[in-house]
C-alpha cells in the first residue's frame, strides 16, 4: 500500500541504543511513533536506529533535520554513561546548559515521596540546553526536548515507553495536529471466532466500500482486526465515511466483532455481565487461571467476577465442582460431559448466574491418538441450561492457552448476548 | 556501552515497507538480524527503515554500500505492484534479467504439490538479475539475491519472517563466519526482587569485571536482566571469561538470580519443585489467575501443581480456604493475617505441599488512605510455617498484577531454596 506524499509535512524518526541495534531489546517505540504520526496526517520517510556513538548520532540528526520537517528522536537521555543524546543535540544546535527550576522542583517532589532528595545520579536532569524547549516529564525523571532551526523541528524523547508515549500525546501531537493539511480517520473492529477467508467471504465485494476508506485486515491466532482509515479534508467527513463502511460491515460480521478500536473482549463481558446485573464464575483446567487473569485487568471485575477455580488435577473437579467420579472415569477429563459438568458445578459452587469451562490438552505432552494435543472443550452454562463444543488447536502449549482463553470469552460474549443456544 | 569497532567488519540493516514505517506491523526482523550479526562478530553500524519508494531505497543501498562491508535487506521482494526491491538493486548493479531453471524447477515443484502450474503472477520470481548469486529459497517463493562490490556485499532477502531467517542462516550467517575474526560470547542472568541500585552497589566495583567482558543491565518492573558479552579470539576463551565473570557476580548476588538466558521463573520453580516432589497450591484475590496461568506456561506442571483457588470475594475465601470470618472484618481482606491464612488454608484445602497467596487493592479504584491501591500481602506456607511480607507498587493495574505475581514466584523459589524464613 503506498502512501502518497502529505502537504502537512515529512517526519522521521531516530532510535537511538547499543541495545536497539544489536537486538538485545525489542524496539516498540519506533512502531508507535510511526503510527501516531501517519494517522495524523504525517508522511514518515524513514526510521533510522543506531547505536551510542557520539559522531554518528550527530551525522543521524543533521541529515534528518535537512530533509525532514519533523525529526522524532527517542532513547539516550537516561544519566547513564552511555546516554549521550543530550550532549550530542546540544553540539548540533550549539546550546550551553542551564539549570531548569521546574524540572528540580518536579524531581524534588517525586523523590520526596520515595527516598528524599535528589540523588547525586540524577542531578544532571535538572541541567537542559538554553535554547530549547523543555517537555516537561510527569512520569520519569528525563525532560524531553524541543529544538527548531529554519523551521525544522526536533523532539528529543526518552526511550522508556511510557514516557516516550507520555511525552508525545502531550506535546507533539498537539503540534503535528494543528500543522497537519488533512485529517485522519482510523477505527479497528475487532472480531474473534471466525477465519479471515470465512469473514470476506460473508462481507463480499469490497469495491464499493473501498471507493471511501481503507479496509486492511490483521489476522492473529486470536482473531482478525479490521482497520478503516481514510485521509479527508475534515475530521468529520472521514468520520461519515467509517460510519458507513463500518455499519455496511456489520450487516454481514456484527456477531462476531467483540469490541472497536482498543477495547478487550474481557472489558466486553464485563460491560455485558454489569449490564445484566449478573455475576460470572470461572471453572479451568488446561487454561490454568488465565481466563481469570484476563476478567480480573478490568478495573472493577470484583462486581461481576464471583470466583475462579483452577482445578488442574482430577481430585479438585470432584471435590470443588461436584464433577461425578464414575463420569470422569469413563470419559476422562478432556471429554465434553466433563466441560459440561464444570461449567453447571461451577455456577452452583460460587453461586453465579454464568459458568463457563474449560479442559483440554494444552501440550505439547498428553496427547494420544484419540484425544490429540490441542484437543478442548469449553462449556457456559447458566438458568436457561448449558452449551458445550468441542476445538482442535493446532498451536505451542502457549499459544493453545491463549486460544482457548479467548473461546472461553468469546463464548460467554455470545451467550450473554443470545447468540449461543444451549445443546443437547 | 558502546561496542568498539570490530575488525571482522561493520555490517548495516536496510527495512524495506510502509506498512513497517506507518506502524501498521511489528517488525520482528531488524532484531533478529542485529542480534545474530553482533553474535557472529560483526558491529551493527545501524538499522535504517524505508518506504516503498524507488528512490529513497536507492540512496539507502547506495549510502550503505559506501560505508558498511555487509549490507542486508529485507522486503520488497514478492510480486505485488509495491515490491520494488529487486528493480532498484538492479539499477544499483546494472543488471539485466536472466530466468534461472533452478528457481524455476523449485517453484514448479512447490506448486505442482498445491495447485499444478506456476501461477502468472509469481513467474516474475523466476527471473533474476544477470550479475548477482542467487540464494535459492526452499521455504518461499522469492529468492534472495547476493551482490559484491569492491569488496562490499549486498544479501536483499524476503521480509516474511521465517524465509528471511532460513536465508539468513544457510548462506549469510556461514559467510559471516568465514570472515569474523572474532567469537562472540553472552550470556544472561536474570534476576528479580532487588531494585538496579541494591544490585550494583552490592556487586560493588565492576572494573576487574569490566575488563573481562562486557556488562550490561537491563531493567523492567519484574526484574533485572545482566547481560555479559564478550568479543574473542576463541568461543572456549570467551566462555571460560564469562564463567570468571558470573561466578564472581553470583558471589554477591546469586540469591537473587532465578535463572540463565531463556529461563522463567515459573520453570525454575517447576524445577525445584520436581526436585524436591512437592506439590504447590495458590490462592489468589488481585492477581486473578495470573499464577496459575504462570504456573501452567509449563510443560508437565499437572505434575507439581495441584490446584488454584481465585478468590476474589470475601465469601469464597471464608468458604474455599476456611479464612476466619471475624479476623476477615475486624482486619480487612487486604491484610497481612488474611494473607496468612489465605496460604496456610489453601495447602490445607488442596492438601499440596506449599501454598502461596496474594491480597491486594490492584488498582485504579478500591484505595484509602490508610490502604493505597498498590498496597499486597503476600504468604509462603509449608511445614515448617508461613512467611509473609508487604509490599506497596505504583504502577497501573496490570503492572501492578504484574509485579504481584512476579514476587509471589520468586518467594516460593526461595521458600524452596531455604532463603526465606518464616516471619512472626
Known amino acids: ?8 509535512g515529512q517526519a522521521e524518526i531516530i532510535v537511538i541504543g547499543d541495545e536497539v541495534i544489536s537486538g538485545f531489546i525489542v524496539d516498540t517505540n519506533s512502531k508507535y511513533l510511526g503510527q501516531r504520526i501517519s494517522e495524523l496526517g504525517m508522511r514518515v520517510l524513514c526510521i533510522t536506529k543506531i547505536g551510542d556513538d557520539f559522531s554518528e548520532i550527530k551525522e543521524s540528526v543533521e541529515k534528518a533535520l535537512q530533509r525532514s520537517d519533523w525529526v522524532i528522536l527517542t532513547g539516550g537521555l537516561g544519566v547513564t554513561h552511555d546516554d549521550i543524546t543530550k550532549s550530542v543535540v546540544m553540539k548540533v544546535f550549539g546550546s550551553n546548559l542551564r539549570r531548569d527550576a521546574k524540572v528540580e522542583a518536579m524531581l524534588q517532589e517525586n523523590f520526596s515521596k520515595r527516598s528524599g532528595n535528589i540523588p547525586e545520579s540524577v542531578q544532571s536532569q535538572c541541567e537542559v540546553p538554553d535554547n530549547c524547549h523543555v ?16 523551521r525544522h523541528v526536533l523532539f528529543c524523547l526518552p526511550g522508556v515507553p511510557h514516557e516516550m508515549k507520555h511525552l508525545f500525546e502531550q506535546y507533539i501531537a498537539p503540534e503535528l495536529i494543528k500543522n497537519s493539511t488533512k485529517a485522519f480517520s482510523q477505527r479497528i473492529l475487532r472480531t474473534t471466532g471466525i477465519s479471515e477467508a470465512d469473514l470476506w467471504a460473508r462481507v463480499g465485494s469490497l469495491t464499493r ?22 485521509l479527508e479534508e475534515t475530521k468529520d ?4 465515511l467509517l460510519d458507513e463502511v463500518e455499519q ?14 482498543n477495547e478487550t473482549l474481557e472489558a ?26 484476563r476478567l480480573t485487568q478490568i478495573s472493577g471485575s470484583s462486581k461481576y467476577f464471583k470466583e475462579g477455580f483452577i482445578v488442574y488435577s482430577n481430585e479438585a473437579k470432584v471435590s470443588r465442582l461436584g464433577v461425578d467420579q464414575k463420569i470422569l472415569d469413563s470419559h476422562g477429563a478432556v471429554s465434553e460431559p466433563i466441560a459440561r459438568l464444570m461449567a453447571e458445578g461451577v455456577c452452583r459452587a460460587a453461586g453465579a448466574d454464568i459458568g463457563v469451562s474449560v479442559t483440554g490438552i ?12 490441542g484437543l478442548t ?30 473461546t472461553a470469552l468469546n463464548l460467554v460474549r455470545m451467550r450473554l448476548l443470545g447468540l449461543l443456544e444451549e445443546k443437547k
Open 377 to 406: 472443550f469449553i462449556a457456559v452454562s447458566d438458568v436457561f441450561g448449558t452449551w458445550s463444543g468441542k476445538y482442535i488447536y493446532t498451536h505451542d502449549r502457549i499459544k493453545n492457552k491463549e486460544r482457548v482463553a479467548q
Open 268 to 293: 466486553k463481558v464485563g460491560q455485558l455481565l454489569k449490564d445484566k446485573s449478573m455475576t460470572l464464575a470461572t471453572a479451568e483446567s488446561c487454561t490454568g487461571g488465565l481466563i481469570g487473569h
Open 362 to 373: 494444552a501440550g505439547p505432552t498428553g496427547g494420544s491418538e484419540e484425544k490429540p494435543v
Open 135 to 150: 517537555l516537561y516529564n510527569e512520569v520519569g525523571t528525563a525532560p524531553g526536548l524541543r529544538f527548531e532551526k529554519n
Open 237 to 240: 467527513k472521514g468520520e461519515t
Open 209 to 230: 466500500l473501498q471507493n471511501k476508506a481503507n479496509i486492511a485486515s490483521l489476522p492473529s491466532h486470536l482473531g482478525v482486526r479490521i482497520r478503516l482509515s481514510c
Open 1 to 8: 500500500m503506498g502512501f502518497s506524499k502529505s502537504k502537512s
Open 248 to 261: 455496511s460491515l456489520m450487516k454481514t460480521i456484527g456477531p462476531y466483532v467483540y469490541g472497536k478500536n
